[in-house]
């Protein structure tokens, strides 16, 4: 956040949530979608593409288009209905044009040279590179941002906060684990800084249950007969007409925030259109947005697939037909064996009625896991008028599958827990 930003801390009049299906929001998706409609050639946005027909499931799909993208030239969206899925892609694609076009001044200095006059970021509990070139001599770039806790101006790896990937890349880079983790817009700064903490909390709880253990992980299974939520059990139900199996499982850290992850596979893959499992990951204080968007995103996550827009997903999977039809298969056959264990109930549910409600008990969960540090960095431009956020949140782990990925201190103390 720049020096003379308001803070985005709760306070003043309260700001009531009136969107609910699936997702919290101040305003309903078409309300979105229409506010930022005059500006998408500004971006550079040309093309909004409703893709969901290209798939069987029938869960709303867009693709988002910004042909001299810095970043993803092709973002995803989705949501319980087109409406919720425009409103995503959007976003999503207004937030990178956000990072990739970042005015906020830099410093280029070493972090010896800043530590005595600024307050820095703890370093040491940042996502760290394998192959780092950082020490505290190593001159990198450092942008100013906002630690949520105590308002406190605090300094932060620039390459931790912009998302231009064009080449070279600035000066200092390579220092740190670079993602699009925690960043986020939304209607309000408060809505976009919520996303962002539980995108980071959501991401740290994926890499420490990855790591807990094949009994662990079978233990969190959860048994979708007992989701109770409407709107969770309406997509549970297009996809089982679709024939397309689903497994669940609760993925809730000792942060105490819900998330939940799944995994999707045709229960009768196809080997004239051999499609590997795919999957998707959510997070909230609601534990039924938390499953709502674990369920939307493996349907985006599979749409990514076919219409090819994301080379690099493809790549982490299995590679030709072959592989992909026999990946599936296997998949299938795991997710009919596994027991469904756990309880939808059991994870914890917060129903703040406010976005400050839901920003205080996120700090509250992230201050009681022992994290210290909250920082946001405002990118928001006052000419457009849409709140966008880069949030860092040190110590929370990021995803373990990123390249270039060192287990932090949580997911080392999760490894060494771990039951042989």
Known sequence: MSGNAAPVSAGGEATPKRFLAGTHRLVPPEATVARVRGLLPLMGITRVANVTGLDTI????????????????????????????????????????HAEHIPQPLKLASFNELRFTHRMVDVTALPALSVSAFHGHFRTLWIEGRNLFDEGATWVPYELVHMDYTLPLPSGSGSFLMSSSGLASG????????????EL?????????????????????????????????????????AGVEVGI?????????????????????????????????????????????????????RLTIITGARDDV????????????????????????????????????????????????????LRAAGLGEAVVVDLTRPHFGIPVVRVLVPGLEPLNDIPGYVPGARARRCLSERAP
């Open 314 to 365: 493809r790549h982490m999977g299995p590679q030709g037909s072959e592989a992909e039809l026999e990946a599936a298969r296997r998949m299938r056959d795991a997710l009919v064996a596994e027991p469904k264990v756990h309880r939808f109930q059991a994870a914890p549910d917060f129903q703040g009625g406010t976005l400050e409600e839901d920003h205080a008990f996120l700090l509250g969960r």
């Open 249 to 301: 499982w609760e993925l809730t850290s000792d942060v105490g925030v819900a998330a939940f992850s799944c995994t999707i596979v045709d229960a009768d893959p196809e080997p004239q259109r051999p499609i590997g499992p795919m999957g998707g990951m959510g997070c909230h204080p609601c534990r039924a947005v938390a499953l709502s968007r674990a369920l939307t995103e493996a349907a985006q996550s």
């Open 58 to 97: 029938g869960i709303p799909v867009v693709m988002v288009i910004r042909p001299n993208a810095r970043s993803l030239s092709v973002s995803q969206g989705k949501g319980g209905d087109l409406a919720s899925a425009r409103a995503s892609g959007l976003m999503e694609a207004i937030e990178l044009y």
């Open 187 to 198: 209607n309000h700064l408060l809505e976009a800084v919520n996303h962002a903490l539980c």
């Open 201 to 241: 909390i959501e991401r740290d709880a994926t890499t420490l249950f990855r790591l807990s253990g094949d009994e662990a992980r079978r233990q969190r299974r959860v048994d979708p007969s007992t989701v109770d939520d409407p709107g969770c059990r309406a997509l549970l139900a297009q996809y089982a007409r």
